[in-house]
């Protein structure tokens, strides 16, 4: 039986309460703020980024990155459950024509650890378009200093027209 996105964290499966750290320590460690509060224990932390009001998603490090992680209002956005998002190449969120812009600000970050000035175009699973403002984009570092991916977080966006359909 597939598991709604409601259940992604209060199952405290460990691998999501690790990534949720993973997310939560590595924002902190490039920013020096904290994401969410970080009372309480992990599986309580990993429920807060869960239900925040502001997007979180990530992605791991194959070449060609999958998404590992969308909060609930991640999920809203692009239109997508929990099980479809993981299967999800990263690069699907941006369209085509934006493909470019989106791999050189995963570089400068790859470069930067992190990024506090980003805005593009994406694109949600049913082609319903939104620019993204004043997104943060960070590396994730784990606790043996190795990488393991990228982050993004954001609060605003815009929904954008339609592209025309080609004659």
């Known amino acids: 039986m597939a598991r709604r996105p409601d259940d992604f964290c209060k199952d405290s499966r460990p691998e999501t309460i690790e990534h949720a750290q993973l997310l939560l320590d590595s924002y902190r460690r490039w920013l020096g703020v904290e994401l ?22 990530s992605h791991g490090t194959q070449d060609d990155p999958i998404l590992n992680f969308g909060n609930r209002a991640a999920m ?43 805005q593009g175009i994406r694109i949600s699973a049913t082609g319903r378009r939104f620019r993204i403002e004043r997104a943060t984009v960070w590396n994730l570092i784990d606790a043996h200093g190795a990488y393991a991916g990228q982050a993004a977080k954001f609060s605003d966006w815009t929904d954008l027209p339609s592209r025309p359909l080609a004659t």
Request: include cysteine; aromatic fraction near 8%; hydrophobic fraction near 35%.
């Open 36 to 57: 969410v509060d970080r009372s309480g224990s992990p599986a309580d932390q990993a429920q807060r980024l869960l239900e925040a009001d502001f997007v979180v998603v």
């Open 76 to 118: 809203r956005l692009w239109e997508l459950d929990w099980e479809t998002l993981c299967r999800t190449p990263s690069r699907m969120t941006a369209e085509p024509v934006h493909r470019d812009e989106r791999a050189q600000l995963l570089a400068r970050t790859t470069r930067d650890g992190y990024v506090d000035d980003y």
